[in-house]
């Protein structure tokens, strides 16, 4: 048997290996940083990602030079964070949907139990007993005592003006968090947008690139 027909074919493993290796070094070789992709935050400080207009000097602003790979790999990582940062974003505004009303239905049965107690009414009411089984109950407002629920198994007794003041400051609060969320959640959004077209520049930079320095040498050979 030759020494042709026992070699073993290419290990893609390997291959991808000495790739990854080869980038490792070059990052560590490149000044390339956070702040490089980045320019500026927002008020409550997500970083902006830089939209590169001219994507050759921008690589040769690092030394060495980056390659598109690194440059791509920057942006990827940056994509993945803004992905994850996004979803947790998405979380917390969903939260806030679902307290505001509850926060709202609060203050206002008690702003309701305290205008029945100025005018010396008491509340006629249903309770749940189970899923589908009701009572009427009356409730004397006349103590002017409301006990809340603060969360973690925990509930507390307030009058009724300690109450609202609680509550109205919870939905102060919860509104203008809801309202940062939903800001923050279209800004960053915005920056996975930024970071995709960031990446496809890129590709699309490389392969002209490649193409040009082809056919460049090409044309040198045919000359020759």
Known sequence: MSSTDASSPPNDENNDSVDKNTLALEAAETNISMTSITEGQNERGIPKVKFIEDINSFAKSFSPPASAELLIGAFSDLFSKFKAYETNLSQKRLNYQQKIPEIEKSLSLVNHLKK???????????????????????????????????GANVMLEYTYDEAIELLSS???????????????????????????????????????????????????????
């Not at 100025?118 to 009701?134: F, H, I, K, P, Q």
């Not at 969320?181 to 915005?190: E, G, M, S």
């Not at 990446?199 to 000359?223: C, E, M, P």
């Open 116 to 150: 029945k107690k100025d005018e010396g009414e008491s509340v006629v009411t249903r309770y749940n007993l189970a899923d589908t089984l009701y009572s009427k109950a009356e409730v004397d407002c006349s103590s002017g005592i409301v006990n809340l629920w603060l």
């Open 170 to 224: 919870k939905e102060k609060n919860a509104k203008r968090e809801y309202e940062e969320v939903t800001k923050d959640l279209a800004f960053t959004r915005n920056q996975i947008i930024t970071a995709e077209v960031n990446i496809s520049r890129i590709y699309n930079w490389d392969v002209r690139t490649k193409r040009a320095k082809k056919f460049g040498d090409a044309a040198k050979t045919s000359t020759k």
